[in-house]
C-alpha cells in the first residue's frame, strides 16, 4: 500500500498567519482527501483533491479559508488561511489508489498538529 | 459529518481481556473499515469487511457485520498494553474513490 509523508508534524501559529500542509506519496494515487480532527473528535472530511481540477469542499469548509492544490498524482498540499484559535486541531492526509482499497483501506499521513495562538 | 455512533466512548480492561467495540452507521455502504489512532497520530487500517460479508479475522482481531441493522463491532482478543488507542470505523457507500465516513470512535486503555 502507498506510504504518505506529512510535513509539518505540528506548529504553533499565531492567529491571522497562514499554514500550509504537505502531503508527499510514494506512489501515484487516484484520490487524496483532508480531513480535521478536533480534540477529542472523531475525523471530519474537509474536501477531497483531484489531480487536474479544483478540490470538492464538504458543506461547512470553504476555498478561501482551506485551499488546497493537487498539482500530480503523488503531492497535495492544505492550506489553513488567516488562522484563529479555532482552527487548532489535527490535520490528516488521506490517499487511496481505488482499486486497492479491498485490501490495503486507505492510507493515512501521520498528521500535522496545529495550535493557534 | 459522521456516520453514526459507536459504543462505548471509553472502554478500560485489564490485560489479557477480550475487548468489544461497536459501530453503527446511517446509509447504504460498499465496505466498513476499521482504524486504529495512536495519541492523535496517523491512522492505521486494521481491517475491512465488504457488505456481502458476515465476519472476517485478522489474527486476534474479529469484525462482523450485519446490514440488515446497520452496525458492526470489534473484537479484540487477549488484549495487551499496546492495544490502547482509539478506534475508529469508518464506511465507504460506493466502490472505488469515495472517501471515508468516520464514527465517533471509542478510546481503548488495556491497563498491564
Known amino acids: 500500500s502507498a506510504v504518505i509523508s506529512q510535513k509539518p508534524s505540528r506548529d504553533i501559529c499565531q492567529r491571522g498567519t497562514s499554514l500550509t500542509i504537505q502531503c508527499q506519496v510514494d506512489?501515484?494515487?487516484?484520490?487524496m482527501f483532508w480531513y480535521r480532527q478536533q480534540p477529542g473528535q472523531s475525523l471530519t472530511l474537509i474536501a477531497t483533491?483531484?489531480?487536474?481540477?479544483?478540490?470538492?469542499?464538504e458543506s461547512g469548509f470553504v476555498i478561501d479559508k482551506f485551499p488546497i492544490s493537487r498539482p500530480n498524482l503523488t503531492f497535495s498540499t492544505l492550506t489553513v488561511s488567516n488562522m484563529s484559535p479555532e482552527d487548532s486541531s489535527i490535520y490528516l492526509c488521506?490517499?487511496?489508489?481505488?482499486?486497492?482499497?479491498?485490501?490495503?483501506?486507505?492510507?493515512f499521513g501521520s498528521g500535522t498538529r496545529l495550535t493557534v495562538v | 459529518s459522521q456516520q453514526g455512533e459507536e459504543d462505548p466512548q471509553a472502554l478500560s480492561i485489564q490485560e489479557g481481556e477480550n475487548a468489544t467495540m461497536n459501530c453503527s452507521y446511517k446509509?447504504?455502504?460498499?465496505?466498513l473499515q476499521w482504524y486504529r489512532q495512536n495519541s492523535g497520530r496517523g491512522l492505521v487500517h486494521l481491517i475491512l469487511?465488504?457488505?456481502?460479508?458476515r465476519e472476517k479475522h485478522s489474527g486476534r482481531l474479529r469484525v462482523t457485520l450485519d446490514t440488515s441493522k446497520k452496525s458492526s463491532s470489534l473484537l479484540i482478543t487477549a488484549s495487551r498494553a499496546a492495544d490502547t488507542a482509539s478506534y475508529f470505523c469508518?464506511?465507504?457507500?460506493?466502490?472505488?474513490?469515495?472517501?471515508?465516513?468516520f464514527g465517533k470512535g471509542t478510546r481503548l486503555s488495556v491497563i498491564a
Open positions: 469508518a464506511t465507504v457507500s460506493n466502490s472505488g474513490n469515495t472517501p471515508l465516513v
Open positions: 446509509t447504504s455502504i460498499n465496505n
Open positions: 483533491a483531484n489531480q487536474g481540477s479544483e478540490a470538492t469542499y
Open positions: 469487511i465488504r457488505s456481502n460479508e
Open positions: 488521506s490517499a487511496t489508489a481505488g482499486g486497492q482499497i479491498g485490501v490495503y483501506g486507505y492510507t
Open positions: 506512489s501515484q494515487v487516484t484520490m
